[in-house]
């Protein structure tokens, strides 16, 4: 059978095990459709691979050297918003996987999946912008709290990090080339996802699950 797409997904490859790494590229270029652009072993250099390639998913190692896993997640949210990040790790405890999805990765894979298992996760994260994939034991699923409503979309990312600087919404609508209808509707679906009662709540629960980053306030438009 033809596995192979007209445009190959690419996919970065994070983890400080050289051996693993290349046994990830054999599996991904096997089935065809998927071009690996690139290898990194520490965050700093997949920040930098990121920033570069600005790759359609990255497989990411959760215990990488350098930053805390959350923070490079969030950077590389920020550099490469349209990305989808993959979580590979031997761990799967339920705080961790919580952090994380708080921070918008799209997957977590415990490392004892099977190739058909990465390869349909790998997929699924890029042809459908709203799937998330866990492969995790039965206890951490149990015990995890997922995002309420789910991950933000790009747009509302976008939006709620403006409303961190303090700037209304005529403002925001002005700063993204909106309407200010379309802002308000923005900022309720902000509020039903993260179930939030105010502007400030929706901004302090966002910067405590790393969907966007802390800035000082802005002077206004």
Same mark, same amino acid.
């Given at each position: 059978?033809?596995?192979?797409?007209?445009?190959?997904? =690419?996919? %970065?490859?994070?983890?400080?095990?050289?051996? #693993?790494?290349? *046994?990830?590229?054999?599996?991904?270029?096997?089935?065809? *459709?998927?071009?690996?652009?690139?290898?990194? !072993?520490? =965050?700093?250099? %997949?920040?930098?691979?990121?920033?570069?390639?600005?790759?359609?998913?990255?497989?990411?190692?959760?215990?990488?050297?350098?930053?805390?896993?959350?923070?490079?997640?969030?950077?590389?949210?920020?550099?490469?918003?349209?990305?989808?990040? @993959?979580?590979?790790?031997?761990?799967?405890?339920?705080?961790?996987?919580?952090? $994380?999805? &708080? &921070?918008?990765?799209?997957?977590? $894979?415990?490392?004892?999946?099977?190739?058909?298992?990465? @390869?349909?996760?790998?997929?699924?994260?890029?042809?459908?912008?709203?799937?998330?994939?866990? %492969?995790?034991?039965?206890?951490?699923?149990?015990?995890?709290?997922?995002?309420?409503?789910?991950?933000?979309?790009?747009?509302?990312?976008?939006?709620?990090?403006?409303?961190?600087?303090?700037?209304?919404?005529?403002?925001?609508?002005? /700063?993204?080339?909106? &309407?200010?209808?379309?802002?308000?509707?923005?900022? /309720?679906?902000? #509020?039903?996802?993260?179930?939030?009662?105010?502007?400030?709540?929706?901004?302090?629960?966002?910067?405590? !699950? =790393?969907?966007?980053?802390?800035?000082?306030? *802005?002077?206004?438009?």
């Amino acid at each position: 059978m033809d596995r192979t797409t007209p445009n190959p997904i =690419s996919v %970065a490859l994070v983890d400080d095990h050289t051996l #693993f790494r290349e *046994g990830l590229r054999e599996i991904l270029e096997s089935f065809g *459709g998927m071009d690996v652009v690139g290898e990194a !072993g520490d =965050s700093g250099s %997949a920040i930098a691979l990121v920033e570069e390639a600005e790759p359609d998913v990255v497989l990411l190692d959760v215990e990488i050297p350098g930053d805390e896993v959350t923070e490079t997640v969030a950077r590389i949210r920020k550099l490469s918003p349209e990305t989808r990040i @993959i979580i590979l790790s031997m761990y799967d405890g339920p705080q961790l996987l919580t952090r $994380l999805l &708080a &921070a918008g990765i799209r997957g977590y $894979l415990h490392k004892s999946v099977h190739r058909d298992e990465l @390869i349909a996760a790998v997929r699924s994260v890029y042809e459908d912008e709203s799937r998330l994939v866990l %492969a995790v034991s039965r206890s951490s699923l149990a015990h995890v709290e997922a995002p309420a409503g789910g991950v933000l979309s790009e747009k509302e990312l976008e939006v709620l990090q403006l409303a961190a600087q303090a700037l209304s919404n005529s403002q925001i609508a002005r /700063r993204l080339g909106l &309407a200010e209808a379309t802002v308000k509707r923005h900022m /309720r679906n902000i #509020f039903l996802k993260l179930n939030a009662v105010s502007r400030i709540d929706a901004v302090n629960k966002a910067l405590a !699950g =790393s969907l966007i980053l802390p800035q000082t306030r *802005g002077d206004g438009d």
